[in-house]
């Protein structure tokens, strides 16, 4: 399974991923405001509430009764998200993760921004190497980390966050990623069927 060793091969699951995320959550973001130009607000929002509140109840449980670790919590998120069809950008940054992780792609991680800066997004890394690809999802972005300081410009804009304001929220660096996902969500029910085979 494909270990990640040029930039180039990252920047190509990056955007891989990024269609497939955009493909699975087919009613965009549930933001109740328009995001940035060409972003995930594909949808309305009197659509969102109800689904978004099942999502939001169904991962709240799986959290406290389950407890997965925080990768089980992101592929959780995944699933819940593409059952609603919707998500935000951390909604959005799970489906890709989890759309990488079933394709057996590895070192990623979902990263985030917490508040004031509050985005999600995902970091396909070029193993041994300080290099790696941005997969932003719902922001219609796929990039090697040359760019990074251009992708921050975009999506902040006038409040750029320090690079140590990052946080990693699920990572995976091994082979076999690609049977992780059924096991870790095999009890998690979806308002929706899951499909994330594209």
């Not at 933001?31 to 940035?36: A, D, S, W």
């Not at 929002?45 to 999502?55: A, D, I, L, P, S």
């Not at 410009?153 to 990052?166: H, L, R, V």
């Not at 049977?179 to 969500?185: E, I, S």
């Amino acid at each position: 399974m494909p270990c990640i060793t040029r930039v180039e091969d990252a920047v190509s699951w990056a955007t891989k991923a990024r269609n497939a995320a955009r493909e699975i959550l087919t009613n965009g973001n549930c933001n109740p405001y328009p995001g940035l130009p060409g972003t995930a607000h594909r949808a309305p929002g009197q659509f969102m509430n109800e689904e978004v509140t099942k999502k939001r109840a169904i991962i709240n449980k799986a959290m406290t009764e389950i407890n997965p670790d925080p990768l089980g919590v992101t592929l959780c998120d995944a699933k819940i998200a593409a059952g609603s069809k919707c998500g935000n950008c951390g909604e959005h940054a799970s489906v890709a993760f989890t759309w990488l992780l079933t394709q057996g792609v590895y070192p990623i991680e979902k990263c985030f921004f917490p508040q004031p800066y509050d985005h999600a997004f995902v970091l396909i890394r070029v193993s041994g190497r300080q290099e790696f690809a941005i997969c932003d999802p719902w922001a219609n972005i796929s990039c090697p980390s040359q760019h990074w300081n251009e992708w921050k410009s975009f999506i902040f804009q006038n409040n750029i966050p320090p690079n140590e304001a990052m946080r990693v929220a699920a990572e995976y660096n091994q082979e076999g990623s690609e049977h992780v996902y059924n096991k870790l969500t095999s009890g998690q029910v979806a308002p929706d069927a899951m499909d994330l085979s594209l």
